[in-house]
C-alpha cells in the first residue's frame, strides 16, 4: 500500500511492575535449583574420590604386607635350611675325609645330638650305607631292620652324581612319624663311587608355628613349596595338603617363569578363595614363597566403611532435596502468585487502557502509545499519521433511535475499524463519546489518506439506517495529521490537535468525508457527489 511500509517492530512498552519480581523469582528458582545440584553432585563427587583413594589406599597398603611378608618367610625358609645345608656338608666331609667303614659311630652319633640340640627347625640327622642301612643317627634308638633304599632322595642320589643339596617333598619320619621336610646330599667314596646319603630332615611344625605368629586374618594363607609347585608347608595346615601342588596356578604358569618376586591378585588352587598374593622365589635353594591376604580383608573394611559413608551421604542428599522441595515449593507457590497478581495487573491496565463498550484502547492508551511512537519514529526516522474520527450526526441518531442503538452503531464502527487497520503497530481507540483515533505507525500523509478514504468507505458500507442524516445512513468524517519527528520536535498533543482540526475542517465541508494539510487529496462524498447537511 503506499506510503506504508511492511517492516515492523514493536513499539516500546512501559515495564510491567510485576514481571522484574517473577523474573528475580525465576532467577532464584533455578539458581537454588543448581545450587542444591551442585552441593549435591560436590558431595558425591567428593565421597567418590574419597572411596576410591581409600579404596587405593587399602590395596597398596594390602600390596606392601604381602611382600613384607613373602620377603620375611623367604628368608626365614633360607635361613632354616641354610644352616642345615652347611651342617650336612661340613658333616659330610668329615665322614668321606674318614671312610663310612671306619667311621667312628659314637662320636659322630654325639656330634650329630648336640647340632639337632642346638637347630630348633632339625628334626633328626642320619647317614645311610649304600644299601640304604641305618649307619649312624642322631636318635637315641634304631629302628630294626631300617632301610630306606626306597625313599625318593636316596634314589635320586644313587642314581645322580651331583654333590649339592637336595630338598625333597614331605614324608612322614620312620623315626618319629612326624612330617619332615628332607635335606639331604651324596655321600662318595674316595673313587668317586656311590657310598651313601647324609641326610637332615626339617620338622613341618617348625614352619607351621613360625607361621601361625604372623597376624594375618583368617583366609589368609602363607605356603612353602618347591620351585616345581609340591607344596612343603601351608598355613592353614593340614597333612593333605602336602600332596597337593601349585603346578597348574596362575602364580607359577604365569609370573614366576618372567619374574623370581612380585604380587598377583588371583584365586588360590587349593581352596578357591581370592587372595593377593606376595610371592618369591629363593635365590639360593629351588623353593618359593607365597603370602596371601584374602581380598575381603583389606577390601571388607574400605566396604563397610564406604557403606556407612553411604547412609551418611543418603541422609545428607535426602534432607538437602527435602530443604531444597520446601524451598522450592514456596518459590513455586511465589512464582504463581506473582504470575497471578502480574495477569491481574495486566487484566486491569487492559480494562484501564480498553474501552469498556467498543473493545478498543481508550484515550488513555492512545496518550501512552503516542508518545512511544513519537520517541521511535525520532529514533529510526520514519514518518508517523494520525486519524481522527467522527461519526456525523450522531447526537441525532442517539436521539432518533436511543442509545441502546447508538451503542450497537459504535460498537459496528469499532468493528469496522479493527477489520480496516490490517498491521500490529496500527492502533485504533474510541477517543471519546462518537470520536475514534487512528495511529499509523510508519505511514505517511498519502498512506493514511488511503486508509482513512477506506475507513469512510467501509462505515459508509455498513448502511446503518439513519434518518436524521441526509443520506439516510451513518458516515464517519476524518482529520489526518502527519509528522516527521527525525526532523522536529512534535509533541503527542500538537499531533491530536491538527488532525482535530482537520476533522472538523471535514465536518464543516460536508460529512462523509477526510481532510488532511494537501488539500488536493480532499476525497470521500465530493467523488460521488457532495451532500447537504
Known sequence: MLGRKRSYMPPDTPPDPTSSGTVRAATV???????????????????????????RQAFVMANDSVTNLARATAQHAEDAIRQVDVLTDALGERVEGDGLASINVPRIHALMVQQARIMPQLHGLFIYGPDGQWIVTDKAITPDQANNADRDYFIYHRTHTDRNVRIGEVVNSRSTGEPIIPVSRRLNNPDGSFAGVLLGTLRVSYFVDYYGDFKIDDKGALVLALRDGRILVRRPFSPAVT????????????????????????????????????YRALSSYPLVVEAGLSRESFVGPW?????????????????????????????????????????????VQEMALTDSLTGLGNRRKLDMVLALEIRRAKRQGYPLALIMLDVDYFKRFNDKYGHSAGDDCLRRVADTLRKTLKRPADLAVRYGGEEFTVLLPD????????????????????????????LGIVTISGGIASCAPATGDV?????IKAADGFLYSAKNNGRNRWESVDTSSRVGVSRQGAQPQ
Open 29 to 55: 528458582f533455578r539458581l537454588t535449583v543448581c545450587f542444591i545440584v551442585l552441593v549435591i553432585v560436590t558431595f558425591v563427587t567428593v565421597e567418590g574420590w574419597r572411596a576410591w583413594r581409600d579404596y
Open 243 to 278: 600332596t597337593q601342588t601349585l603346578a597348574d596356578s596362575v602364580i607359577f604358569k604365569r609370573y614366576l617363569p618372567t619374574s623370581n618376586e612380585g604380587v598377583a591378585e588371583v584365586k588360590a588352587v587349593v581352596d578357591g578363595t581370592y587372595r593377593l598374593y606376595g
Open 303 to 347: 566396604r563397610r566403611d564406604l557403606i556407612k559413608t553411604g547412609l551418611y551421604l543418603l541422609l545428607l542428599v535426602g534432607f538437602l532435596t527435602g530443604f531444597g522441595f520446601i524451598v522450592l515449593g514456596q518459590l513455586r507457590q511465589r512464582i504463581e502468585m506473582e504470575n497471578e497478581l502480574r495477569q491481574a495487573h495486566r487484566t
Open 443 to 470: 505511514t505517511t500523509e498519502v498512506g493514511a489518506g488511503l486508509i482513512a478514504q477506506e475507513i469512510v468507505e467501509a462505515i459508509r458500507a455498513l448502511a446503518i439506517e439513519h434518518s436524521e442524516h441526509p
Open 491 to 495: 509533541t503527542p498533543d500538537e499531533l
